[in-house]
């Protein structure tokens, strides 16, 4: 599958940009970053650390370091001040490409024979303005996988999700653009917690593990039962959808006051509308989503 994942790494987001480096099912032509949990200077940072950790040539570009219209506001509080503190990687050697995203992600497609996929790990800015830049290239799209929103409650206040919340006009935009979207939200990421003894299994695999293990320990994002991985679903559901349940709803989101960044989900849509916009996770088999995690993780190096 030929995907390019838009991402803001972020501790989450870094256990999914290493599955998806390594596993082959999956042909990363591009990685792009946005300002999210931290500024796109140390998401860019993070990536590049990432794809030199396993060696790897994928290029990466830098995107937005705004949202489109709201004022920016960083998680360090929870990915702390690097976005991925916990483990100390060696210094950068490779550079960004010159392009910026929206340039990168139009060129690849361009230059795709077969369709690609989305994977958005972060707020949808970069979307946004490829969208605004280069619709002609929706047709190069296969499908959309974006971490991001919920049914009901939010993680950034109490209506809304973070990545949502980080650029709630950009995520409007996603969802009128007509394409194929699964929104992977906190009614299923906040199900699929690991704890400290999947932890320290992972931290005794290998030196991925080890790395992994060092980042998620830092990852502030903690609830009783342990750390959401939110953005590794994303790729658990590509892989691995019968760990998921999904509805197919419309949902739209509310761009100003108190509940900016909600995604308001209307689960009745296709029944009295007959119109849909998103697939929406419901539910997921969180034992399983953990179990093949920790295996994507045992086959890295
Ligand atoms: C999302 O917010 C970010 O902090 C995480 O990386 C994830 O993408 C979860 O709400
Ligand atoms: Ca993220």
Same mark, same amino acid.
């Given at each position: 599958?030929?995907?390019?994942?838009?991402?803001?790494?972020?501790?989450?987001?870094?256990?999914?940009?290493?599955?998806?480096?390594?596993?082959?099912?999956?042909?990363?032509?591009?990685?792009?970053?946005?300002?999210?949990?931290?500024?796109?200077?140390?998401?860019?940072?993070?990536?590049?650390? &990432? #794809?030199?950790?396993?060696?790897?040539? @994928?290029? !990466?570009? =830098? +995107?937005?370091?705004?949202?489109?219209?709201?004022? %920016?506001?960083?998680?360090?509080?929870?990915?702390?001040?690097?976005?991925?503190?916990?483990?100390?990687?060696?210094?950068?050697?490779?550079?960004?490409?010159?392009?910026?995203?929206?340039?990168?992600?139009?060129?690849? &497609? #361009?230059?795709?024979?077969?369709?690609? @996929?989305? !994977?958005? =790990? +972060?707020?949808?800015?970069?979307?946004?303005?490829? %969208?605004?830049?280069?619709?002609?290239?929706?047709?190069?799209?296969?499908?959309?996988?974006?971490?991001?929103?919920?049914?009901?409650?939010?993680?950034?206040?109490?209506?809304?999700?973070?990545?949502?919340?980080?650029?709630?006009?950009?995520?409007?935009?996603?969802?009128?653009?007509?394409?194929?979207?699964?929104?992977?939200?906190?009614?299923?990421?906040?199900?699929?917690?690991?704890?400290?003894?999947?932890?320290?299994?992972?931290?005794?695999?290998?030196?991925?593990?080890?790395?992994?293990?060092?980042?998620?320990?830092?990852?502030?994002?903690?609830?009783?039962?342990?750390?959401?991985?939110?953005?590794?679903?994303?790729?658990?559901?590509?892989?691995?959808?019968?760990?998921?349940?999904?509805?197919?709803?419309?949902?739209?989101?509310?761009?100003?006051?108190?509940?900016?960044?909600?995604?308001?989900?209307?689960?009745?849509?296709?029944?009295?509308?007959?119109?849909?916009?998103?697939?929406?996770?419901?539910?997921?088999?969180?034992?399983?989503?953990?179990?093949?995690?920790?295996?994507?993780?045992?086959?890295?190096?």
């Amino acid at each position: 599958m030929n995907v390019i994942i838009d991402s803001d790494p972020g501790i989450d987001d870094a256990v999914a940009l290493s599955v998806i480096l390594n596993n082959p099912a999956f042909h990363v032509k591009l990685i792009t970053t946005v300002a999210g949990n931290v500024t796109v200077d140390k998401t860019t940072k993070n990536a590049l650390r &990432l #794809v030199e950790f396993f060696n790897m040539q @994928t290029p !990466v570009a =830098t +995107g937005a370091s705004q949202p489109l219209i709201k004022a %920016f506001e960083d998680a360090a509080r929870i990915h702390g001040e690097s976005g991925m503190e916990g483990y100390i990687f060696p210094a950068i050697q490779s550079s960004p490409i010159k392009q910026t995203a929206a340039e990168a992600w139009h060129n690849v &497609l #361009v230059q795709s024979d077969e369709k690609v @996929t989305l !994977v958005l =790990t +972060g707020s949808y800015t970069n979307f946004a303005l490829w %969208f605004r830049q280069y619709p002609q290239d929706l047709a190069k799209i296969d499908r959309v996988l974006a971490m991001g929103g919920s049914i009901c409650g939010g993680n950034m206040t109490s209506a809304a999700e973070f990545n949502v919340f980080t650029d709630p006009d950009a995520a409007k935009i996603l969802l009128s653009a007509g394409l194929p979207i699964t929104m992977v939200g906190l009614d299923v990421t906040l199900k699929a917690m690991v704890n400290q003894d999947w932890i320290h299994q992972v931290s005794a695999m290998n030196r991925s593990g080890k790395m992994l293990a060092a980042l998620i320990s830092h990852y502030n994002d903690i609830h009783a039962e342990g750390w959401p991985i939110h953005d590794a679903n994303t790729i658990g559901y590509l892989c691995h959808p019968e760990f998921y349940q999904t509805k197919d709803v419309w949902v739209d989101i509310v761009t100003e006051g108190p509940a900016i960044g909600e995604t308001v989900v209307d689960i009745r849509a296709a029944y009295h509308q007959g119109r849909t916009n998103a697939t929406v996770l419901t539910d997921i088999d969180a034992a399983r989503f953990r179990d093949w995690l920790q295996d994507q993780i045992a086959k890295m190096p």
